[in-house]
């Protein structure tokens, strides 16, 4: 029931337009109260005089409604035009309510026109000039609701806005000029403030994770995971360049296996004596027909820096570098293009490309050819097949300060000036990756008397990486809190994402402001919505249209992988609920009483 609302008296005649009357009474009743809205029918006890009770509704209401059909004017019966006759209580109702000053709505109906004044009786002549307002059958709820606004002197949506921007009535405007600018100047640095804030990856962490639970990404069964520990440490001494004989032995191991590909998780920079066998081992593995793939960390005269013979004797080699987070999502490069300046290019330097660097999780899955286009905005990977893998953004390497001062270089193989292919990480349940039969710790291949059954691994992924409790552990965001996830297990939801073409990616740009713009509007509209409405009913309805739109997010994240920046959404959206709020307050307060 709207607030303060009018109390309604419903005029008729029956013979002209009884269910008209009783539809209007249903809708009228249902949005003031039935307590609110009088009809003849069922409101007048036995044995009460009708003239009375007329008289004393009439009294009370704040607005007659005479219902005017097609045969209102003219109904007659043996005595003539009843409209003419003194117990025509139709007449003696609009008469009365004439006389009291009563605010008198003329209401159309069944395609009836108004009557002129000399066509009705002296006492309600004035009728004629009272401004009327029509039903059709065709459009009865739009004109419906807009003889409630009529009723409760409530203009249109249109009209609102118009009033909103009256200088008169919004000659405090001022106070709330700081806001509107606000608002336009968040449209322009969404991504930026909320991140720095910590809230966007949160929220979106929320939605990953909403989406994880209602349907899980899915884990290739190629994939495998050797993670060495402490155990391994307690037997072969602290982990460096001394473990490279155990390495070659787990290559040849792995190989009898049936391992497809194989990949380290490490890099090799130091010497040791027992690097012969582990490239003879990585000979072998290739003669029949197993990748070796290692990691590297960084470059040195625009070489890897490796130890001697291993950057020609592996299949390839990559960058090693995971798990940053770029706002709510883990992130990874999937490869880097680095650049140089060209000889002779005159007084500006020309770039030109010096290496194209696939990062471990492209170069596992086949990805043999790093395709740039010519404005070196997008990259596309490729497989020997060729076959589209991924294909996405290259962006400027984004460069970190410490506390201090001093550059953050978590991947030293990356520098300033490069361009980098980065993929957003949807990432598996971390039980996935530390069960069997997906899980093998070092010490079950490399130890003495540890055995694998031949095609145990055959065609299989395997990565190999520290597992050791507080050693390469990156933190992910998952919802409510956090956890560590280690770097290969990080590499194993990259090779899985592109295995399974799974490719999670922001809102474009251009769809950003618009879903912003489109929030902030259906923010306005919301507080703009039957403004007499109940203040609890609107936060329902608030809280409810938020949660629907947190659904639709969810729902566009799983089916596409599309991620909204629902921080600003909702931002825009509150933000405009909240200035109109108080535009309209303002509005009304500054309205001559």
Known sequence: MAENASRIFISYRREDSIAYAGRLYDHLSAHFGAEQVFMDIGQIDAGDDFITVLDREIDACDVVIALIGPGWLKASNASGRRLDQADDFVCHELAAALKQGKRLIPVLVGGATMPDARELPAAIAPLARRQAHALDDKRFQFDLDALIRSIERRPSLLNQFVQLMNAERLRRWRHYSAAGIAVSMLCFAWVQLFDLLGIDTRIESYTMALGDMVASVPVSERIVIVSFD???????????????REHARVIDRLVDAGAQVIVFDVYFEKANPADGELLAAIARARQRGSQVIVGVNQLLDQEPAAIPGLARAVSAWGLLCVGGRLGYASIAPLAVVKFAAAANSGPTPVERISARIGALGALAVGGTTLAVDEQLRELTLVSAAGRTIWRGPLKPVRTSVEDSGQARNECPLL?????????????????????????????????????????????????????????DHFQVRRGAGGEFRHGVELHADIVNNLLQGVHVRGLDPLLQVLAMAALAVAGGWLRLFRPAMRALWRRLLLVGCLLAYLALTVLIYVQFGVLFNTAYHIGAFLLSYWLLGRLSTTAASARPA
């Open 415 to 471: 520098a300033s000036g490069d361009r980098v292919a980065e993929v957003l990480i949807r990432l598996a349940p971390i039980g996935t990756w530390r069960q069997p039969p997906r899980r093998y710790d070092y010490e079950q291949i490399s130890a003495p008397a540890a055995t694998l059954a031949p095609g145990e691994l055959a065609g299989k992924i395997v990565l190999i990486g520290d597992g050791r409790a507080g050693r």
């Open 230 to 244: 402490e155990k391994s440490e307690a037997r072969l001494g602290k982990f460096g360049p001394d473990w490279r």
